[in-house]
């Protein structure tokens, strides 16, 4: 436990590292994924060995600084292997690929690409070392072989069962593996950043007025809000033991997920608790995580470099003042920018301004996302994930930073989403221009035209190698982009790419494997199979009457709804700004008023 409480202390001892392999016999010069690399394998008959994980990871940099760093380790990676080494939040990607082994994810391919082992989490030289030449011996004497958990490949024809047939099966699985006692899912640690698992259960609660459903949303939403740093504001998540021992490290994707969890549930129970918590949360990402520009960092580690050795990162973060920390230093920050993650922010902070009406939660999103659209947005359409600046080129990193440009799923996906969000909280047709502009290019670029479904980047010259995913969560987000854009512009092609989306990339195998990281996809199953509530303000922006209708109805809690602006035609013109409210099956009458927006609107709420 020392080596990990002082693992933060390695970046004092970080090398350099190179992406092409020059050994220097006191260091492992670790490559990119990039076809040379996999062509020098080949060529000099080589394993390849995959090291993939995030910066400011504690098992990540454990194994760094007491594995990787050990000479007896770099020579046996030298000699017989050439080592690749992967960011996945920089290709999200390869990430997901190999997600199943959490990080460090550690894969071992033979000479021609094909995976023969894969290692999960951090090993020490006592116990890897022995797996190194485990292999070695292995490839020697021509007995390696394939391993049969190696990443699937997308599924060769696409699901026919009926959508609410999967959606059901996968509730029942959510449902299995929450814990009723202490909230969350699972029994340790609580799963619940960034994989929808509690944003689906506040859906399902309101979408089948599910009161089972509600409490135990409600019921995480308050674990979440206990977890809370009240010196330097941000949300802890759950750690080996429970809420009990949480995680010191802050993600940016774990505090998004927080201000979407204290939004939810602070619609449904009116409880300040949760604007209190959201507050905190803004403190965090406002002081310790927000660039000039209004962008967002990416982590902050658990603990201080110049942590006593006496002193525990828990013990740390119990003082309760600015100044006792500050005695003992300041966790390292990750200064990178990944498109995906601010998306989730920008989310966050949408759902916050409604559930609110703050409006310093609106500018915070309207900020960020400027500024990733000014700064990531290509000629063609989409989006850049990570660009590599200065100040992030002169940081010490435990991961090669890939910042090639290539559109990658996960960022168009996420960012059409929070900007669907901008447009459903201000009206404001910019954000639903710049969605049509991403919807197009990731159709383009990643679509499967023949079956549906998104891949996770575009094709590389490894794909000979590691075949093409359509990666299950990430397509779920897409389903919901592409079905909520396709009922604002009133395109059906849209709606069908949503649902060939989540047809193309599950199976009954698929989802074994993906155990409990199905989230995503299960909101975008809710919110497709629920249908939609569109609320249309015929009139001008700038109209104070629509004005008016168009804030009462952004304030009306409920999930499934569409919001905006449109001109008379598929709604008559009556001289006077008025509002529809429509589901697929019924229409409301004219509504001239504030008051009847909230009386028509009621009519449509689901029934228990």
């Known amino acids: 436990m020392d080596i990990l409480k002082r693992s933060v202390g390695i970046i004092s001892l ?20 990039n076809k040379e690399a996999f062509d020098q394998a080949k060529k000099e008959k080589k394993m390849i060995i995959v090291n993939v994980g995030i910066e400011v990871c504690y098992a990540c940099n454990w194994m760094e600084e007491g594995t990787y760093s050990q000479q007896p380790v770099i ?75 190696a ?15 999967i959606r059901d099966g996968i509730r029942k699985s959510l449902d299995e593996d929450y814990d ?49 740093d009240h010196v330097w504001g941000g949300f802890y998540s759950a750690g080996e033991e429970g809420w009990k021992v949480p995680i010191t490290e802050k993600r940016t994707g774990a505090q998004a997920t927080a201000l979407m969890a204290f939004a939810a549930a602070y619609q449904i129970t009116k409880d300040k608790k949760f604007i209190t918590a959201a507050d905190e949360v803004d403190k965090y990402l406002r002081d310790w995580m927000m660039t000039k520009q209004g962008s967002f960092y990416t982590s902050q580690e658990g603990e201080s470099e110049e942590l006593p050795k006496d002193m525990s990162p828990a013990e740390y973060f119990e003082l309760k003042t600015d100044a006792e920390r500050r005695k003992f230093g300041v966790p390292v920050i990750d200064h990178t920018v990944y498109t995906d993650l601010n998306a989730r922010v920008i989310k966050g902070y949408v759902e916050m301004y409604e559930a609110s009406g ?91 035209p023949k079956l549906g479904g998104f891949y996770a980047t575009t094709v590389e010259d490894t794909n000979g190698i590691a ?32 649902e060939r989306a989540l047809r193309a990339v599950v199976s009954d195998e698929i989802l074994e494997r993906e155990g409990r990281i199905v989230g995503n996809y299960a909101v975008a199953l809710e919110t497709v199979t629920a249908n939609y509530v569109e609320f249309s303000v015929v009139g001008e922006a700038n109209d ?41 099956t019924a229409c409301s009458v004219p509504i001239f008023n504030t008051e009847g927006v909230q009386e028509q609107a009621d009519k449509f709420m689901p029934k228990g």
Not at 18 to 23: D, E, I, K, L, R
């Open 544 to 584: 104070p009457l629509a004005v008016k209708l168009f804030d009462t109805a952004r304030n009306y809690h409920d999930p499934r709804k569409i919001l905006h602006y449109v001109k008379p035609g598929h709604y008559p013109d009556l001289g006077r700004a008025a509002m529809y409210i429509c589901n697929p």
């Open 151 to 165: 990443p699937y490949s997308a599924p060769e024809k696409p699901e026919t069962s009926a959508l609410t047939f």
């Open 358 to 448: 703050e409006e310093r939660y609106l500018n915070r999103a309207t900020k960020a996302a400027n500024t990733i659209v000014n700064t990531r947005l290509q000629a063609e359409g989409w989006l850049l994930q990570v660009v590599q600046t200065e100040k992030v080129k002169n940081e010490a990193r435990i991961h090669l930073l890939n910042a090639k440009p290539r559109p990658i799923l996960r960022a168009q996906a996420e960012f059409g989403i929070a900007l669907l969000g901008l447009h459903r909280a201000t009206g404001n047709k910019k954000w639903i221009e710049i969605a049509v502009k991403l919807a197009k290019a990731t159709k383009q670029h990643l679509e499967d």
């Open 467 to 498: 075949a093409r995913r359509k990666p299950l969560q990430d397509n779920g987000v897409a389903a919901r982009f592409y079905y909520q854009l396709g009922r604002y512009i009133k395109n059906e092609e849209y709606e069908k790419a949503a």
């Open 75 to 149: 020579d046996r990676i030298d000699k017989n292997f050439v080592a690749i080494q992967v960011d996945a939040n920089a290709r999200p990607d390869l990430g997901e690929r190999y997600s199943d082994w959490a990080w460090p994810a550690t894969i071992f391919l033979d000479p021609n690409g094909t995976q023969v082992l894969a290692l999960r989490g951090s090993r020490r030289p006592r116990n890897f070392i022995p797996v190194l030449d485990k292999l070695i011996s292995q490839h020697a004497k021509g007995e390696l072989k394939a391993d049969v958990l």
């Open 180 to 228: 009723d006692v202490n909230a969350g899912w699972g029994d340790e640690l609580k799963e619940i950043n960034g994989f929808g698992r509690i944003e689906q259960l506040f859906f399902r609660a309101f979408t089948e007025a599910d009161s089972i459903s509600r409490k135990r949303a409600v019921k995480t939403a308050y674990a979440m809000a206990e977890r809370m």
């Open 14 to 33: 970080l090398t350099v590292f190179v992406s092409t392999q020059v050994y220097t016999g006191d260091s492992i010069a670790w490559q990119e994924w």
